[in-house]
């Protein structure tokens, strides 16, 4: 079990904080108008008329929320779905089917709708006909494009017809090597009006990457890319999606994306082709297949770490309602705002976009570097889309920060009225920085959540403070708190994040998973019953919460959890390299170091040859994303007695835990490869 870290130089809470709503704002948002009517329909606490005047009144007020929404899990979820008008095509039998447990809690039994009806009711309406539900840039463009709701919903209803007319079934999969580009929100949202289960990987994904996540689910359907643009250059897949096509026996049909130009290859369909106005089922009304509420909507992927990339299903229902409370009372978004968190269709966050279509929202796509041609570029991408709530990552933040960006002073960001920060924990000096170089008044919503739920446990909420360091609060429907390894509840100290009720956007379970047993180890091996979801947190007295980084060695670089098997299968394959092991960490600074070990097969040297190849290797066959800050050479790796490598133990120690805290020594093979790892861990601290 897991040691709780002990952060070094971490500042005192601010005694003033460093932002706060309108009284008037505040009383305007969809949450106070949620609560007044929950209060209303459904015994929700009274919302008072009158603006809260005071940070501790705004705090009771929303704890006394929150409580309600964790209490009374049937009451508050009836009341989410009344409130948002979810369509059920079959009416439920119940909320939270008996024995409400973990896992296996079965949400809204008997109840059938579909997911797309809803992302798309925007379109209904007359008067949204023209207004944008997608506003693309890339790297190349100077102003963004456009996709009207009218026009969305027409696409999506094309490409749905041409799915059902190549056999697509409910329950198929359909799979994507995509691009954050607005093709790949028109293919989910087709796949959902079928009733497919749609899955993606970014294109900067190697083949092996790839193959390790969709040989698990045996797609019917690929929507490749011939390639994509990204930091100024071109970058060719036409070899991997040809690899793709060899290794995955189950595709029935190919559907080209030609986003460098070139023409479909043959046996492959051309997107253009299945949405034009011209194709034989354009024009027709979306057509959307009644599923029931845990009927599968999508799969997502963990790390890998211990081997293949567990392969979570994720439900119809769940991820609809879920979504609805983020979206419209954590973020306030709402038909006016404009929507653009960066992030690539590799990430959960990418599928949290889209739920921007759910409230109305224009949503913003963004395929590029938000570093090219300089590191303020996602600033400008902001700016140039007039977005209204923009999402980004901890380490751009710090990044932006340490190249001494002024996009307050330098851009237009004044319809900006909120910023998402997620991926790692902000540190404190990224939110004096933006209060300093961004906007003074602007609500910092820092979330943290997991692709588990694809969602988050804690985060922004529009009525309350914003103070140093500190993430505003649980969600509602979240019963969220830390606990230390016997399984008491802490307040002010750190303890493991642990959620103690269901949600509905919790895993209906793994693919290829029937006992549900790998799911089981996953979440609730620690505490029976219990979702410890592997962070490191502080639930603070006056309800904030602090998240320290991971509690497990999972590697989680800008938001993407990687596996740290997937380097060691690609980096031993070198002849040089005997045994291999990558840590991230997470840093007192907000940045995020991540060093490979090395060891050498007798004769070879760490030479730059070696590095680059190295490199090279991991970036081509993996991502960018996995290849290391430094590469260092070790005389031996310390293991378990049955050979596994320590990376836990390795991780605590590099972050400063003794060696004697940070493992059992008889648990060890040779303590003198850990003692090396205490070592460094003293040199860089000086």
Known sequence: MSTPPTPQDQQHPHPEPLWRPAPDRAAASRLVAFQRWAADHHGAPAAPLAPVTTDTEAATRYADLHRWSTEDLPRFWTAVTEYFDVRFHTPPTAVLAEPATMPGAHWFPGATLNYAEHALRAAEDPANADRPAILHLDERTAEPVATSWSELRRQVGSLAAALRAHGVRPGDRVSAYLPNIPQAAVALLATAAVGGTWTSCAPDFGARSV???????????????????????NHDRTEVVAELRRELPTLRTVVHVPLLGTAAPEGTLAYEDLVAATAPWSGAEPVFEPVPFDHPLWVLYSSGTTGLPKAIVQSQGGILVEHLKQAALHLDLGPEDRFLWYTSTGWMMWNFLLAGLLTGTTIVTYDGSPGHPDTGALWSVAARTRSTVLGTSAAYVIASRKAELHPGRDLDLSAVRCLGTTGSPLPPDGFQWIYEEVKSDLWLASVSGGTDVCSCFVGGVPTLPVHLGEIQAPCLGAAVESWDPSGHPLTDAVGELVVTKPLPSMPTGFWNDPDGHRYHDSYFDMYPGTWRHGDWITATSRGTVVIHGRSDSTLNRQGVRMGSADIYEVVERLPEIAESLVIGLEEPDGGYWMPLFVVLTPGAVLDEDLTTRIRTSLRTELSPRHVPDEVITVQGLPHTLTGKRLEVPVKRLL????LTKAV????????DHLRFFEQLATTRKH
């Open 664 to 671: 059992n020594p008889g648990s060890v093979d040779n303590l």
């Open 655 to 658: 972050s400063g835990t003794p």
């Open 211 to 233: 193959l390790d996540r969709l040989q698990q689910i045996e797609p019917t359907v690929l929507f490749a890319v011939d390639g994509y643009h990204y930091g100024g250059k």
